[in-house]
């Protein structure tokens, strides 16, 4: 009965601070809207035309920030998911003579994790469940009497 109560309370003890040390805290940022990342080839004859319609898109309604690089001719837009590529697409043809394409990155090859990423989410919530449990557990251990289980 001893040992049992020794590796309730280890067990209590593990999954609570495996608990406290995975989960996340509360933080102010979760309530803000995922930001969306699109690169646009747009062929600027110029570079000055390139700077021009990141200056232009940075002031559009959903864009939050906005960047080109003249040496690989892309535009990078950061903006909100309300705001689709397509849309983003039609506003920049209006800009400019040139065409405009959204830029398509190649999957990059190699292994990836081989645990699914909702298994590794889901890991605080089981400890969490499993260190209520052996609490819940150890304390019927706690006031039975000794030799005698609580549910007897």
């Known amino acids: 009965m001893k040992k049992t109560r020794i590796i309730l309370s280890l067990i209590t003890m593990l999954c609570l601070a495996g608990w406290a040390w995975l989960r996340k805290p509360y933080s102010p940022s979760q309530e803000l809207e995922p930001i ?11 570079p000055a ?3 021009a319609l990141a ?33 983003l697409t039609s506003r920049l043809k209006v800009l400019t003579p040139r065409p ?29 469940g499993a260190g209520i449990f052996s609490a819940a557990s150890l304390a019927l251990l706690a006031l039975g009497r000794p030799g005698k289980p609580v549910w007897q």
């Open 36 to 46: 969306v990342l699109t690169a646009f080839d747009i062929h600027a004859d110029r």
């Open 49 to 51: 035309g390139g700077y």
């Open 55 to 87: 200056e232009a898109a940075a002031g559009w309604r959903g864009v939050t920030a906005s960047s080109y690089n003249p040496a690989s001719g892309l535009l990078a837009l950061a903006h909100t998911s309300s705001v689709t590529p397509r849309d």
């Open 100 to 128: 405009v394409s959204i830029k398509v990155f190649p999957e990059p090859a190699g292994t990836s994790c081989p645990v699914p990423a909702a298994a590794l989410a889901s890991l605080p919530g089981w400890l969490l």
